[in-house]
C-alpha cells in the first residue's frame, strides 16, 4: 500500500499488495529512459504523444462533456490539442495543496489510478498521461477556459515556469495544450499529417458523432480535415470495405450497454475476398492481437450461424461450418468499453478480462440470431457465402493432406530446385528466393553456401488474393515455397518449424520484379501471416546503377545516391570519365557482382518487410491484388513514384 505525501508523489509504507502497485518517480526517469514510457524515441514515439493529450479529450467526450476536439500541427512543428469540454479543473485539493491541472502536468503516474479530483487516467497503450508528453516537451502551454475565465501555465521539459495564471476573460469551456517536442529526445521531431490523420478518423468512427478536426499549418503544405461520423463503427466497415464488393447493403450491428461495460459489433461480408478482416478495441485501443472480446466474437459467430442452418435446412445433417468458414470475407469491427482493462502480451495489445467473451458471446447469440430472423435473405446470403467457403476448405484439407503425406513418403524431400545452405540452424540460415532461372544462377554461384540457400522460381506466379486457399495448396509455383521454408501453411503454419529465420526475396528494380515481390508478399501475407509479422521477411536490394572509372567500380542503389556517387567518383577535379551503365537485372551480374552488390551481409543492403498497419495493409493488398480495377489504377496513379517500393 502507499501513502500518499503533500506534494502528490505517494511512498510505499510497506503494505505491499501487488494489484495497487503505484509507480511513482520523478520526471528526469521519463527523461532518461523515454522508451519505457512511449515506447521508442522514433516516429512512432513521437506520434504517441499526441495520442496521450488526445486521450484525455476523448475521455471527456465519452462523459458526455465535450463533442469537438482538434489536433493541430503549428507552422513550427507543434502540436495543439483543443476541446470543448469542461476544462481541467484549477482549483486547489486539499490533500495536495495543488490543482489538478497542476498535478496532471507534473505527476507521472505509471500503472493506476491517482488520487484526488476524480481524474481518470485513460487507458492509453502506456496509460501514462500527459506528465509524460511534459516531460519529454521542450515547452508546453495548457490553457483551461473555465468560470468566464482563461487559466494558463507553462512548462519547459517538464518544470514550471509560469504558475497557472489568469490571463483573460472568455465565455466558452475547454483545455487547449500545445507543445513542442524535445528535440534533446527524439531523433526525428517531424509529425506526420497523415499519422495524426488516419489515427484521428479511427478514433472519429469508434466515437460517433464526435468530430474531430485535423489541421497542417505548415508552410506548403496547409490542410485540414473535419471527421464525424454518425454512424460510429458502422460507418467504419463501410470505410473498410469500400474498395470491396459487400453481399448485403445493410451493415449488421449490434450492441449492448451495461452500467459498467459496452460492446459494439459491426459486420459485412464481401463476395470477392477469401480472407477475414477483424478489427478489435477495448477503451479505443487498438487490440491487434486480440483477445477475449475477439474469442466471444469468433466462438459466438460460429455457433449462431450454425444454429441458424441447421433450423432452417441451410445445413444438412452432419454438416457443420467451421469459424473460418463463417468469417470468409467478412470485415468487423468489434469495440468495447470497460473498467480497469487488462492488456496483456509482450506488447499489452491483447486483451485479457474473461468477462468480455461471455459479454460478446451472449451479445451475438441474442441480437444476431435475432438479425437473423428478420432478415432472411441476408442470412441466407451469408450462409451460402459460408457453405461455400466450407467446401472450398475441405478441398483445401485434401490438397494440404497430399503436400504432408508427400513430405512424409519422401522423407521431407526438398524442391529439386533449391540450393540449400550447409548449416542447420535455422537462426544462422537465410534463404533467397531468387526470380528466373539464369539470376538463379548467378545467385548459386555468388552465395556463401555455409548459411545461404537459394530457391528459383520461374513462369507465372499465382495471385492468391483471387484464389481459395485449396488452389494455392496444390499449386505449382508455391509448394516449392511451401516445402523449403518447411513451416508448413494456413493454419498448420508454425514459424517453429522454419528452416531460414531470413527469407529474401531477390527480384529485379523493375516492374516485373516489383510484381512478383507484391505476389510473394500477398501469399505470404495471407497464408503465412506469422513470418511477416515475426520479421523474418526481407526484400534484396539490387543496385540500379554500376559506375567504372578505370579499375574502379562502384555499385549504386537508387537515383537519389546517384549523383553523390558520380561527384566522388569523379574526384577532386571533376573531370576524372565515369562509365554508367543501369542494371537492366540480376541476371545480368555475374556471381561475382551479385555478391558483392546484393548477398553479402557486410555490404548489402536488405529491407525488412513490416506490417505495422494492419489496415493499410489489408488496403493495399486488396486494391493491388483485387477484382475491382478502378481502384486499383487510382491507387498507382496516386503512388506512381512509391510503386517499386509499394511501401510493403
Ligand atoms: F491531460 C491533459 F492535460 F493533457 C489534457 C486534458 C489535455 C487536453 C487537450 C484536454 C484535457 C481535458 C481534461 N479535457 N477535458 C478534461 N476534463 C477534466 O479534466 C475534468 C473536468 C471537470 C471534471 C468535473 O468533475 O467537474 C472532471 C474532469 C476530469
Sequence with gaps: MTDELTNGFTVDNGEYDASQIQVLEGLEAVRKRPGMYIGSTSSSGLHHLIYEIVDNSIDEALAGACDEISVTIGKTGTITVRDNGRGIPIDIQEQTGKSALEVVFTVLHAGGKFGGGGYKVSGGLHGVGASVVNALSEWLEVRVYKNGQIYEMKFARGDIVQESTIVGQTDKSGTEVTFMPDHEIFDDCEFSYDIIKTRMREQAFLNGGLKIVTTDEREGREVSDTMCYEGGIREFVQYLNRNKTPLHDEVIYLSEDRSTSTAEVALQYCGDVYNEFLISFANNIHTPDGGMHETGFKAALTRVLNDYGKKNNLLK??????????????????????????????????????????????????????????????????????????????????????????????????????????????????????????????????????????????????????????????????????????????????????????????????????????????????????????????????????????????????????????????????????????????????????????????????????????IEADEVFTVLMGEKVEPRKEYIEKNAKYAVDLDL
Design 317 to 614: 445433417g452432419e454438416d457443420k461450418l467451421s469459424g473460418e468458414d463463417c468469417r470468409e470475407g467478412v470485415t468487423a469491427v468489434i469495440s468495447v468499453r470497460l473498467m480497469d482493462a487488462q492488456f496483456e502480451g509482450q506488447t499489452k495489445s491483447k486483451l485479457g478480462n474473461s468477462d468480455m467473451r461471455t459479454f460478446v458471446d451472449n451479445l451475438l447469440t441474442e441480437k444476431l440470431t435475432i438479425f437473423l430472423e428478420e432478415n432472411p435473405a441476408v442470412a441466407r446470403t451469408i450462409l451460402e457465402k459460408a457453405i461455400t467457403a466450407s467446401r472450398a476448405r475441405e478441398a483445401a484439407r485434401k490438397a494440404r493432406e497430399n503436400i504432408r503425406r508427400k513430405n512424409a513418403l519422401e522423407g521431407m524431400s526438398l524442391p529439386g530446385k533449391l540450393a540449400d545452405c550447409n548449416e542447420t540452424n535455422p537462426e544462422l540460415t537465410e534463404i533467397y528466393i531468387v526470380e528466373g532461372d539464369s539470376a538463379g544462377g548467378s545467385a548459386k554461384g555468388g552465395r556463401d553456401s555455409r548459411f545461404q540457400a537459394i530457391l528459383p522460381l520461374w513462369g507465372k506466379m499465382l495471385n492468391v488474393e483471387k484464389a481459395r486457399a485449396d488452389k494455392v495448396y496444390g499449386n505449382d509455383k508455391l509448394t516449392p515455397v511451401i516445402t523449403a521454408l518447411g513451416a508448413g501453411i494456413g493454419e498448420d503454419f508454425d514459424a517453429e518449424k522454419l528452416r531460414y529465420h531470413k527469407v529474401i526475396i531477390m527480384a529485379d528494380a523493375d516492374v516485373d520484379g516489383s510484381h512478383i515481390r507484391t505476389l510473394l508478399l500477398t501469399f505470404f501475407f495471407r497464408f503465412m501471416r506469422p513470418l511477416v509479422e515475426g520479421g523474418y521477411v526481407y526484400a534484396a536490394q539490387p543496385p540500379l546503377y554500376k559506375l567504372t572509372r578505370g579499375k574502379t567500380t562502384r555499385y549504386v542503389l537508387d537515383d537519389n545516391e546517384l549523383e553523390i556517387a558520380l561527384e566522388e567518383m569523379r574526384g577532386e577535379d571533376g573531370k576524372g570519365k565515369v562509365d554508367m551503365t543501369r542494371n537492366k537485372g540480376l541476371g545480368e551480374m555475374d556471381a561475382h557482382e551479385l555478391w558483392d552488390t546484393t548477398m553479402n551481409p557486410e555490404t548489402r543492403v536488405l529491407k525488412q518487410i513490416k506490417l505495422t498497419d494492419a
